[in-house]
């Protein structure tokens, strides 16, 4: 009898460390699937920020490549003008302009 009941026990652990065994397993598989899914958007994540950066990089080039024939005509108007800002009128102060219909009609 109590030989018995002890099969019935170790019978009943038996079995619910197998369930126990089969749900580890599959949350190993799930882990692992996570783990494959995230270190694939991680490297795609990663291309496409390089992508981006080599992208950003030809950007900059071209703008600064844009920049510079408009820097150098810049500097050699200041140098005609020997860094002296022109005025549109003779008495005109700088930072100041004509309303538009005053400089198509004058006065």
Do not use: C, N
Request: aromatic share 4%; no cysteine; proline share 4%.
């Amino acid at each position: 009898m109590i030989a018995t009941r002890l099969d019935e026990i170790v019978r009943d652990y038996m079995h619910e460390l197998g369930a126990l065994r089969e749900e580890l397993g599959a949350e190993r598989a799930r882990r692992e699937m996570a783990e494959t899914t995230l270190r694939e958007g991680m490297a795609e994540e990663q291309r496409r920020r390089e992508e981006a950066e080599r992208e950003r990089d030809d950007l900059r080039r071209e703008l600064y490549a844009l920049r510079e024939p408009r820097q150098s005509s810049e500097t050699g108007e200041e140098q005609q003008g020997r860094g002296q800002p022109r005025s549109e009128a003779p008495g005109a102060q700088r930072g100041t302009r004509r309303p538009w219909w005053r400089r198509v009609f004058g006065g």
